[in-house]
């Protein structure tokens, strides 16, 4: 089966643009989240979404948004963009709430940003 | 807050070797820990879990160890492959307000040499 999937793979912008990525989840995971990885900071949850309503949120300024739409695929936005917003960003789907259970998420591939 | 911490940036051993990565974890969950694998240009991947009443699974090559006391979590590869080479990343499971979300480590470099 398909996994998941994220649009576009590589993206450069610059400063006070804005930007939105994509997600589209494994068929029939109905959980989405987002996390930001930069060069010594691990994964940094940014939110999630399940069944079209935000769950959780993490300590990302309000200039990060999301949306899930009715087949679960999962928009970020991140609008007046900055050079330190540089990140490769991922999205992980489950079919559970938050990951829970054996097996966690699913990630995608994720997308390249780069603020110039 | 949960927090999540491998403390070795990065590790290399000798191919047939055991690789051992370390995870530290902070709050007390009932719940799975989590280990990914993630190669260059791809995003991570599922490698195995251990629920949080065991101290041990094991999956082929991979074994997880749990010491909950410790709040320790160490992944074992043996023997260890060039193509195991890859940032690994554990995460542990927290609640916060009734919300529910995995914090990950910052991961540890491992290079298998052949």
């Known amino acids: 089966k398909a996994g998941v999937t994220q649009t576009p793979r590589y993206l450069i912008k610059t400063r006070g643009q804005q930007v939105t990525l994509s997600c589209s989840p494994i068929?029939?995971?109905?959980?989405v989240s987002w996390y930001q990885q930069t060069p010594g900071q691990g994964l940094q949850f940014l939110f999630e979404?399940?069944?079209?309503?935000?769950?959780n949120k993490g300590n990302f300024p309000g200039r990060f948004s999301g949306r899930q739409f009715s087949n679960s695929r999962s928009e970020m936005n991140v609008s007046t963009l900055e050079l330190g917003d540089s990140a490769l960003y991922l999205c992980?789907?489950?079919?559970?709430?938050?990951?829970?259970?054996?097996?966690?998420?699913?990630f995608g591939s994720g997308t390249r940003l780069t603020v110039v | 807050d949960q927090q999540v911490k491998q403390n070795s940036p990065s590790l290399s051993v000798q191919e047939g070797r055991i690789s051992i990565l370390n995870c530290d974890y902070t709050?007390?969950?009932?719940?799975?820990f989590l280990w990914y694998k993630k190669y260059p240009a791809e995003g991570p991947t599922f490698l195995i879990s251990?629920?949080?009443?065991?101290d041990k699974n094991e999956d082929g090559r991979f074994t997880v160890f749990l010491n909950k006391s410790a709040k320790h979590l160490s992944l074992h590869i043996v023997p260890s492959q060039p193509g195991d080479s890859a940032v690994y990343f554990c995460?542990?499971?927290?609640?916060?307000?009734?919300?529910?979300?995995?914090?990950f480590g910052t991961g540890t470099r491992l290079k298998v040499l052949a």
């Open positions: 251990i629920s949080s009443i065991k």
């Open positions: 068929s029939g995971h109905r959980s």
């Open positions: 979404y399940f069944s079209e309503t935000q769950r």
């Open positions: 992980a789907s489950s079919l559970t709430l938050s990951g829970t259970g054996t097996y966690g998420y699913t």
């Open positions: 995460a542990a499971p927290e609640t916060t307000s009734g919300t529910y979300k995995y914090i």
């Open positions: 709050n007390s969950m009932f719940d799975y």
